[in-house]
């Protein structure tokens, strides 16, 4: 398998990826999720991403598609289509699987998956994370990871618009 098949097979459709995740789990492997639009990937995404992988055995990022980011942004997002997003996402090792979401939130997806960790980044509140009832309710821990100061996407648009 060539490495842009490798990263590739990580992008998995709903259905794939529920099939996966029963592998994972006969396995004794404890899933991990978390979830955004990833616009631009910078230095936070890959600081939060890589500790939220530490968390468990497998990471699974669910990825807001082109209509979901369109309808929770400005008109002009997102700056990078879906498919190169997933791929991005997916070329970092420690991401084990990509899953598009067309919804506005995740809520469905983690119903779907049940997560046995569900992870954001330390800008949020525990009560503002969506699934996170479910994923309690089944047993399963939401965990806050610490969010690198200084690194957001519309920072990075503010400062490409101003030069």
Known sequence: M?????????IYTLSELVERCK???NKGEKIVFTNGCFDLVHRGHVEVLANTADLGDRLIVGLNSDS???NLKRENRPIIDE???????ASLQFIDAVVLFSETTPHQLIQTILPDILAKGGDYKVEEI??????LQNGGEVILVPFIDGFSTTNIVNKIKQD
């Open 23 to 25: 592998v994972w789990r």
């Open 130 to 135: 969506t699934g996170r009832e479910v994923v």
């Open 2 to 10: 060539t490495n842009l098949q490798s990263i590739k097979s990580k």
């Open 83 to 89: 498919n190169s997003r997933a791929i991005l996402l």
């Open 68 to 70: 979901s980011i369109q």
